[in-house]
């Protein structure tokens, strides 16, 4: 067949004088198709690079490209073959897992061929949650990272959709060209969303691409129509063509800077999506001031006033280092929140990579921080505005993937701990933090809670000669408490009264209304932080140290100050020695022995100083042993389980969830499929379905039946391993080109055969061949080799008359049966 109808072409060529072009292949692309994958690879292009301001580098654009081309290529193989765009997913999918270690995993070491159970199991928490990752980690992230499993993936999805919405048959010539191009408008839009609030490039993502997908949508529109062209190529309308599509690009840019008017509008997840990180868990630094202070002699394991904290290179001596940034005071402690600014600020604990995009001018340093045996915790000592941050211990990985890092606070901390030892680097710039005179106080007001409306008494009193202006009055109360105060950590024989704290009793009762103001750092900054709220300039205390000569920092480096917001937005320090005295309150006289008359009441019991760990009121305490009983509760579920059970549930449970739901995809197909044969809507076409079901069992069953257009059922009934095919056959055939429409009733019997038969042939296999039937893709990647049926029931090849009189020759070539078959007229 296949040489004559060569040597048919070969006459047709030499009569017409023309040249018919054919494929050396038929799974090589066409001209058509290879239109369709050069504008389906250019789209997707341009779609990843909004991905830009999310990673650093180009290594996300080139994974991007690389899964785009994995998957068109596989879209157009199992296209060219005749299976379904279900089999193009499946390979991709498989393809997906493969070649995710090697591509994305990459800065773990795992580079095999075959990746192990840990790589799948990463790479499948990198596209299940990994989006979550990446709207919760502030950009640029970093291009080499596990986060490129995002891109690889957008991009095979996005090679998919393209390039098997391209091959989708629709009835309607403009539906047709604007499917694939709407698909991938769509791609586009899912990729902004995920981005960053300031695009990548407007040009790029707006002009280009609408540019690149109009052709593309006229090039599919006319192929569409099925216009006649004759005569020669019309340059001029291609060329007008290019011209009016450079025009729209060209227009379209400038109008796009006039609809947006703020980049703050451009609607992105990050607007909606909250860090799942509650940084209010870990007490307030500032509560345990106490642990560096000078015991004079005594002894407290805790106590770190002589020991080393860490060893600080790169900066000079007298640079301030800061531990935490305090922003919002509860009553009880000063401590460190998120969403504490008005206004949309980027002002909570997110997750940051290597590289860190926070602009703020100032001095660039170098710096290197070696921790002591003086310190651990979770906050993590920096200096100035971080612009990137590398960790150097064994566990940097660790450490770096949990970092967070608050833009507005500069404050950055580590969830699972620091110890001594630990070192790390990072670059970072000293703003120009200077408090002058002239400064202007920022109008922003930070509203105090309740608890705290015993401070507004003392700040009217010490700034009513200090007249409007905010940030007089502040340097007022800040004069008042310097000259008029006086210093103690409490630690003497006769200032054991000054306890710690700083809650609203230790404040109020205990320092700005008691007859002498007598604290320390702790006292002092919490106080004139509060004062500067209460008069309208924003202010937040920090605790940090002062790097001393030789860059070892000790306990009694450490001290606590305040900082003041400007009109420009900056934060400026107001230094301990503007608002603290440091002159020691004088000596209480000693207990005398004089006897109470009856009139004297005894003082009230001591109230005991709070630990270092934070005051904790009752209802606090309450508070955390619920929370921690209801922790308890979920937990006990898999408590008693041993811990390789919870391993095996993680990893190997979500593979075999999706190998399940797969193979449950392809059964629910199969009923679906025989749900839409058994129901179609002549008699005839009930009869067809029937017999296809028959056929298409036996194919699940291993069984070699022919298939093809010129196949009748009677040879068909010859491949399948059952005693009665040939009989079902029979009635098919008389049913479908008899001298009448069957009935209803009819095609109801004959399924209720088809199915016994069906029980009877997976009857007489085994058990394991069965469920290897009930799952198996022969039949559904064999659907498009048979005929397609028409509304009628038969087959187009059955209803034409061509086809009627090749069914009526096939069956005139075999004699034991002709005389038995109905003529088809």
């Known amino acids: 067949m296949t040489a004559r109808r060569s040597n048919a072409d070969a006459i047709r060529s030499q009569s017409t004088g023309t040249r018919t072009r054919v494929r050396s292949h038929p799974l090589l692309p066409d001209r058509h198709s290879w239109i369709d994958i050069g504008f389906t690879l250019a789209l997707v292009g341009i779609a990843l690079s909004a991905f830009g301001s999310s990673f650093t580098g180009s290594q996300y654009l080139v994974v991007g490209l690389l899964g785009a081309l994995v998957a068109v290529v596989v879209t157009h193989l199992t296209r060219a073959a005749g299976w379904p765009i279900i089999s193009a997913v499946v390979i991709c999918l498989a393809v997906f897992f493969l070649l995710g270690g090697p591509l994305c995993l990459r800065s773990l070491g795992d580079t095999s061929v075959l990746p192990g159970a840990s790589t799948l199991s990463r790479v499948a928490d990198q596209a299940v949650f990994g989006w979550k990752d990446l709207l919760t980690t502030l950009p640029p992230i970093d291009g080499d990272g596990p986060l490129l499993v995002l891109p690889w993936m957008s991009g095979m999805i996005a090679g998919i959709v393209g390039l098997g919405l391209a091959h989708l048959p629709a009835r309607r010539p403009w539906l047709a060209a604007l499917l694939p191009v709407a698909g991938l408008t769509l791609v586009l839009s899912g990729a902004i969303v995920v981005g960053v609030r300031h695009p990548q490039s407007l040009l790029l993502q707006g002009s280009v691409f609408a540019g690149v997908a109009l052709a593309w949508l006229a090039v599919r529109a006319r192929r569409a129509s099925a216009t006649v062209q004759g005569g020669t190529t019309s340059y001029v309308r291609g060329v007008g063509a290019v011209v009016m599509l450079a025009l729209a690009a060209a227009l379209a840019f400038p109008a796009s800077a006039v609809f947006a008017r703020n980049d703050r509008e451009r609607l992105v997840a990050r607007n909606w999506v909250e860090p799942p990180f509650d940084i209010g868990q870990y007490p307030s630094p500032l509560a345990g001031f106490r642990k560096y202070v000078d015991l004079k002699g005594r002894t407290d394991d805790a106590n770190v006033y002589d020991k080393a904290l860490f060893d600080i290179e790169g900066v000079e001596p007298g640079t301030l280092v800061r531990f935490a940034a305090m922003d919002r005071y509860d009553g009880m402690v000063w401590g460190a929140t998120d969403d504490a600014l008005p206004g949309p600020a980027d002002d909570s604990f997110q997750r940051v990579s290597s590289t860190i995009d926070n602009p703020v001018r100032g001095t660039e340093v170098d710096v290197t921080i070696t921790l002591d045996e003086g310190y651990d915790g979770v906050w993590l000592p920096t200096v100035g505005a971080l612009q990137s941050m590398a960790f150097e211990t064994a566990d940097a990985r660790a450490k770096a993937e949990v970092f967070r890092y608050n833009l507005a606070t500069s404050t950055a901390v580590v969830p699972s701990g620091l110890q001594p030892g630990d070192r790390y680097t990072f670059t970072a710039v000293e703003p120009d933090d200077e408090l002058t005179r002239g400064t202007v106080a920022s109008s922003d007001v930070t509203g105090l809670p309740a608890s705290a409306a015993f401070i507004q008494g003392p700040t009217e009193k010490w700034t009513e000669s200090a007249g409007s202006d905010p940030m007089a009055r502040v340097l007022a109360a800040a004069e008042h408490l310097r000259t008029e105060g006086k210093y103690s950590d409490g630690i003497g024989r006769t200032e054991r009264v000054y306890v710690a704290g700083h809650s609203v009793w230790r404040l109020s009762d205990e320092f700005v209304n008691a007859p002498q103001i007598v604290g320390n750092d702790e006292q002092y900054a919490a106080t004139m932080a509060l004062i500067a709220n209460n008069i309208g300039v924003p202010a937040r205390v920090v605790l940090g140290a002062t790097v001393p000569e030789g860059g070892t920092v000790t306990g009694k480096d450490v001290s606590a100050w305040v900082e003041l917001r400007a009109a420009d937005g900056s934060w400026k320090t107001l230094p301990t020695s503007a608002f603290m005295s440091t002159t020691p309150p004088a000596d209480q006289l000693p207990e005398t022995n004089t006897p109470m008359s009856g009139t004297v009441i005894p003082p009230p019991n001591p109230i005991p100083p709070p630990s270092d760990a934070g005051e904790q009121s009752d209802a606090d305490l309450k508070e955390r042993r619920a929370t921690r009983k209801d922790a308890d509760d979920e937990e006990g579920l898999i408590a008693g389980l041993p811990g390789w059970v919870g391993a095996v549930i993680t990893y190997v449970g979500g593979p075999l969830l999706l190998i399940a739901l797969l193979l449950g995809a392809v059964v629910a197909l199969k009923a679906l499929r025989r749900h839409r044969r058994r129901s179609a809507d002549s008699a005839s076409a009930r009869f067809v379905g029937a017999w296809r079901e028959l056929v298409d069992h036996a194919l699940d069953l291993g069984q070699v039946v022919p298939l093809g257009p010129t196949v ?114």
């Open 712 to 825: 009748t059922r009677r040879e068909q009934s010859a491949g399948i391993v059952s005693d009665g095919a040939a009989g079902l056959a029979r009635r098919a055939d008389s049913s479908v080109f008899g001298p009448s429409a069957p009935e209803a009733d009819a095609a109801a019997t004959y399924w209720a055969s088809v199915d016994a038969e069906r029980r009877a042939m997976s009857q007489g296999v085994r058990r394991r061949q069965r469920l290897l039937a009930a799952i198996s893709l022969r039949s559904l990647l064999g659907v498009r080799s048979r005929p397609r049926a028409d509304a009628d029931g038969a087959s187009d090849e059955e209803a034409s008359p061509a086809g009627r009189v090749a069914r009526l020759g096939a069956a005139l070539r075999r004699p034991s049966d002709w005389r038995s078959r109905r003529s088809p007229d």
